[in-house]
């Protein structure tokens, strides 16, 4: 079974389902992040895997994957240009989301 954060419930559902108005975001984050910790790396999906999973369509996984990593919630990276991108999933209320930022500043 995958721990979820307390945080992730209290308060990251209510701001990204109810301030931002972007529920698929919230459920593209919970999707990612639970598949990232069953598999210990980063998450390669394509848009539409990513909106099977979810129950979306296309357009709104990309649209969530858009807001969050604005929100810098979510890092992505490619080998190239027309690769699948593999999304990292960040936790900045944590202390591990806080020193990997600080890392990547360095």
């Given at each position: ?6 945080y ?13 108005r ?7 984050y919970?999707w ?5 910790s ?7 999906v ?9 129950g979306?369509?296309?357009s709104?996984?990309q649209s969530?994957?858009?807001w969050?990593l ?6 992505a ?10 999304y990292?999933?960040?936790k ?11 890392s990547?500043?360095?």
């Open positions: 079974m995958i721990a979820i954060d307390e992730v419930i209290d308060v990251l559902m209510r701001d990204l389902t109810g301030h931002d972007k529920p698929t975001s919230f459920l593209v919970l990612l992040s639970a598949e990232q069953r598999r210990q790396a980063p998450v390669q394509s848009y539409q895997e990513l909106a099977e999973s979810v979306a369509s296309k709104s996984a969530a994957i858009h969050l604005r929100r810098k919630l979510l890092s990276s490619k080998e190239n240009a027309t690769a699948i991108p593999s990292t999933v960040h900045p209320w944590s202390g591990a989301g806080l020193q990997s930022s600080a990547r500043r360095s």
